[in-house]
Every structure is written in C-alpha cells, then in structure tokens.
T-cell receptor
Framework: GENVEQHPSTLSVQEGDSAVIKCTYS??????FPWYKQELGKRPQLIID?????GEKKDQRIAVTLNKTAKHFSLHITETQPEDSAVYFC????????????FGTGTRLQVTL | GAGVSQSPSNKVTEKGKDVELRCDPI?????LYWYRQSLGQGLEFLIY????????KSGLPSDRFSAERTGGSVSTLTIQRTQQEDSAVYLC??????????????FGPGTRLLVL
C-alpha cells in the first residue's frame, strides 16, 4: 500500500520568514495530494491540494509543488505569521472507488515573533 | 451549511467496555471515512463507506472494531472490549463522490476516547 513520509517533524521559523515542508510517497498511482492544517484541539482543515496533472499550485502565501518522477511534493509558506503555527499534514490518494487518504506523520510549525 | 459533526466529543470508559462513536456527514456527501489519531501522531485510516457499503475495511485494527452506515448518512463506529491502546481521537470525514473526480474530504471535530 501507499506510504507517505514527511519532514521535518518540527520546524521553527521567525515571523516573516518562509517555511518548507516536504513529503515523499511510494505509490506511483497516487494522483491527489492535499495538505491539512490542524490547530491544537481542532479538526484538520484543508489548506491546499494538488492534482498530478500539474506541477505547482499557489494560493496567496501558500504554494505546493509536485515532482511525479521523484514522487515528492512540498508545501511552501511565505511571509509566515504567528497564526500559521499549527501541525501540517500531507496526504496522498489514488482517486477511484476507494479514495482513502494516506497521511504523513505531521510537521509542527512554530512561528516566533 | 453544517459541517461534519461527531458525538460524543469526549468519552471516558473502562477497559473491557464497549463504546459507540457517531458521525453525521455533510448532507449529500456519499462517502464517509473513519480515521484514528493517536497522541502526537498522524491520521490512520480505519474504514471507508460508499453509501451504506464498506468497500475498504483494511484499516480496522482488529475484529473488536466494526462500523456501519445506515440510510447513506449517519455512521457508527463500535469498539468492543476496549483496550488502553484504543485511546485516541477518532475522526470522521465525508466527501461528495463523483467518478473520475478528486474529492475533498471534510473532517469532523473528532471524538476523544480515553480507556482507563
């Protein structure tokens, strides 16, 4: 089955700096890659996703890149703000009759003032 | 509109007791998923429903775990003879299934289960 690895497990950046989180996946059939943000005690919230037919997607300060050949994808957050502090999860899925998400182990991002 | 809801929000039980966790998906969402999140860990897939049937139960940890969905809506996850290692947050997600399209999963707030 699919296996998703995520790095780093913790990341501390100063406000205004950029943050990058990287994930690799094992199943070459995976074609959907969402990123979820989970604040302490809250539910995971989708922040951005990318399909395998594109290499990059951007939404304001957040961008995701996908390298299908290398089977890795990354989340980029620019101009970080304290409210960006949370745990971020990457996931991979093969669309079809069973679209379960396989999640990475999460990255705890701390944005310091 | 209303999001995914789950009940109870917290459940404390004694080892060996049975528990039932409920999930109300977003209205009209045909697919429903159960995940488990242990403290400080990622989300672990348990089971997936399309309508009332479960084509993928591969994540259920043991035969003590079962789930059902009725009327294509509400789902119940049952854990029999609970063990301390069952302590975790159980998250439910739903999505609108449309063949050939990617489907965003929306999560509920979770049920925090503590087995003493």
């Amino acid at each position: 089955g699919e296996n998703v690895e995520q790095h780093p497990s913790t990341l501390s950046v100063q406000e205004g700096d950029s943050a990058v989180i990287k994930c690799t996946y094992s199943d070459s059939a995976s074609n959907y890659f969402p990123w979820y943000k989970q604040e302490l005690g809250k539910r995971p919230q989708l922040i951005i996703d990318i399909r395998s037919n594109v290499g990059e997607k951007k939404d304001q300060r957040i961008a995701v890149t996908l390298n299908k050949t290398a089977k890795h994808f990354s989340l980029h957050i620019t101009e970080t703000q304290p409210e960006d502090s949370a745990v971020y999860f990457c996931a991979a899925s093969v669309t079809g009759t069973a679209s379960k998400l396989t999640f990475g182990t999460g990255t705890r991002l701390q944005v310091t003032l | 509109g209303a999001g995914v809801s789950q009940s109870p929000s917290n459940k404390v039980t004694e080892k060996g007791k049975d528990v039932e966790l409920r999930c109300d998906p977003i209205s009209g969402h045909t697919a429903l998923y159960w995940y488990r999140q242990s403290l400080g860990q990622g989300l672990e897939f348990l089971i997936y429903f399309q309508g009332n049937s479960a084509p993928d139960k591969s994540g259920l940890p043991s035969d003590r775990f079962s789930a059902e969905r009725t009327g294509g809506s509400v789902s119940t996850l049952t854990i029999q003879r609970t063990q301390q290692e069952d302590s975790a947050v159980y998250l439910c997600a739903s999505s609108y299934e449309l063949a050939g399209f990617w489907k965003t999963q929306y999560f509920g707030p979770g049920t925090r289960l503590l087995v003493l």
